[in-house]
């Protein structure tokens, strides 16, 4: 299935749509969204199966917090905070997404999305009430589906990309990098086709194990130097 195709595609909200599936709450946050001072709300549930997923008990659907006692806290916030990101998980697999934002958008806030880049046409529904976008490129195209642990899940990434790009949306592309997944040399060559493609910031996430657990070594300074003169801005986390 092609872009054009992926984002043509419905995704209608199921006629007996249950509560929204919100599996945390993280009350500030200075990194989530860089230069933003956010409250981050993970919504659980999630189709892929990546081997180094950083929140694997958000994998499956469960809802841990009521929408209506997150959204009481965002109010005693307003003022100081100043914005609200959706993480996961996939927040894009969350049918109540939409409501959620507009919900989140009339206390004042800013929004921010994590996502994946999983479900292109769901993301173009969004677009409108989002403000910045942190986008997931996991590896490079031939390797999604190890990865990932799903059949073409390279594609919709790449629309989602497109969509972004196309839109002239604020977004960041993020990697979180694993050598045994992405060699030095094909890590560059990722960023280096990013780059051509208009990316102007990418930021390489170290993979830890857990969370709180040490991070790996990071590429080689050389291959820093190299993936930080393909951006505008560029950074290791």
Known sequence: MNAASLLKTAHAEPPHCPPPAIGGLAPFSS?????????????????????????????TRARTLDWDDVFAFLQRRVGLL??????????LSEPHLPQLMRDVR??????????????????????????????DIKTSAPRYD????????????DACLDLLLQNGSAFECRTTWHPDWLPEPELLALAQNL????????????????????????PSEGTQRALAACFSSFCCR
């Open 31 to 59: 990194v989530d969204w860089p230069g933003q001072l956010a409250a981050v709300v993970f919504v659980a549930g999630c189709p892929w199966r990546c081997h180094y997923c950083h929140n694997p008990h958000l994998q």
């Open 82 to 91: 100043d914005a609200v990101v959706f993480s996961g998980g996939e927040p």
């Open 106 to 135: 009339a206390l004042g806030y800013r929004i921010g999305l994590h996502t994946g880049g999983i479900y292109p046409a769901r993301l173009a529904d969004v677009l409108p009430l989002v403000d910045w976008v942190g986008l």
């Open 146 to 157: 190890a990865l990932t642990c799903r059949r073409g899940s390279a594609a919709p990434v």
């Open 195 to 218: 780059s051509l493609r208009g990316v102007k910031h990418y930021a390489l996430q170290a993979y830890r194990s857990a969370p709180g657990t040490p991070a790996i070594t990071l």
